[in-house]
């Protein structure tokens, strides 16, 4: 019998030495103040938020390019037809072989594109990245995923806000030119831009 009343005695200890060994609310840590930690660029593939290493400094702004339809015959036109349109005003940029590095032309197709989304302060572009194809399908989804990063870091670099820009690799899924010579290659080695947003 009194072992039947030391059990009800024994569990009420238990439950209040429990609760009272509760964990402790963690205490939140101030945030550091404004401009004490480095700005950070968002990457391609990650939300603006994710940090990553920042551009090289801008460079010597080059003489605009801009197709030869004035810009403003831009405005009436759906997304559609401007990513249809072969004189659509965002150019391609083109690379050479097995490299995501910008050549001085593609700087400049660049250059004459910062000029085109600054005017059209609006536009949302997805910037895919191609390759030829030579080589394994996963190291041309890489490829492509470096040369669409190199694209759009440089137009960061122009003063391009980085939520404006989104990339996406196709690697060799989808060329440009179905030929199998250095012609054909030299055309699919590309980061191509399609509006997606006005």
Same mark, same amino acid.
């Given at each position: ?45 990650? =939300?603006? !938020? ?7 400094? #801008?460079?010597? *702004?080059?003489?605009? @390019?801009?197709? %030869? ?8 036109? =759906?997304? !559609? ?7 659509? #005003?965002?150019? *391609?940029?083109?690379? @050479?072989?097995? %490299? ?99």
């Amino acid at each position: 019998m009194k072992r039947i009343a030391v059990i009800p005695i024994v569990v009420l200890s238990l439950a209040l030495v429990v609760a009272g060994c509760g964990k402790k609310k963690p205490q939140l840590a101030s945030a550091p103040p404004p401009g004490s930690m480095p700005a950070a660029f968002p990457s391609a593939n990650s =939300s603006p !938020d994710t940090p990553v290493r920042p551009p090289d400094p #801008p460079p010597v *702004p080059i003489e605009s @390019t801009v197709t %030869s339809a004035p810009l403003d015959a831009w405005d009436s036109k =759906s997304i !559609d037809e401007i990513n249809s349109s072969a004189e659509s #005003p965002l150019q *391609p940029v083109f690379f @050479t072989y097995d %490299s995501d590095e910008l050549s001085d032309a593609g700087k400049k197709a660049l250059a004459a594109n910062a000029e085109v989304l600054r005017s059209y302060g609006t536009w949302i572009v997805t910037i895919e990245g191609h390759s030829d194809e030579r080589g394994s399908a996963e190291y041309n989804l890489a490829l492509g995923d470096r040369r669409a990063l190199a694209a759009r870091t440089y137009l960061i670099s122009l003063g391009i806000a980085a939520q404006r820009l989104r990339t996406v690799s196709y690697g060799k899924e989808f060329p440009f030119d179905p030929g199998h010579d250095e012609s054909a290659w030299s055309k699919n080695r590309r980061a191509h831009f399609m509006l997606t947003a006005k």
